[in-house]
């Protein structure tokens, strides 16, 4: 099966020097993202999400206003980069 940056193992990262605390992001993906007690973003856990949430977790990228949130492929086991 060919790989590419839309496919494999991918984790929800959130800048929080540019988060703003507006908290679009959660509503999108509340299975990925928590809210600190003064209202900003983090990523739950590692980040890493299952493809199923990866339509939600696109959304959320494309919809912080302060492009807050990022995705990044983790490269699979035994997999070279
Ligand atoms: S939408 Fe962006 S700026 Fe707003 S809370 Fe989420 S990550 Fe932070």
Redesign the pocket.
Known sequence: MATNENTGVRRLI??SE?????????VLISEL?E?DDL???HAVGTGIFPEALAEKATL?VR????F??RLERIAKTGETS
């Open positions: 959130v800048d540019r988060c703003q605390g507006h908290n679009r992001c959660q993202i809210i209202g900003f973003a959320a919809n912080c206003p302060e807050a949130l």
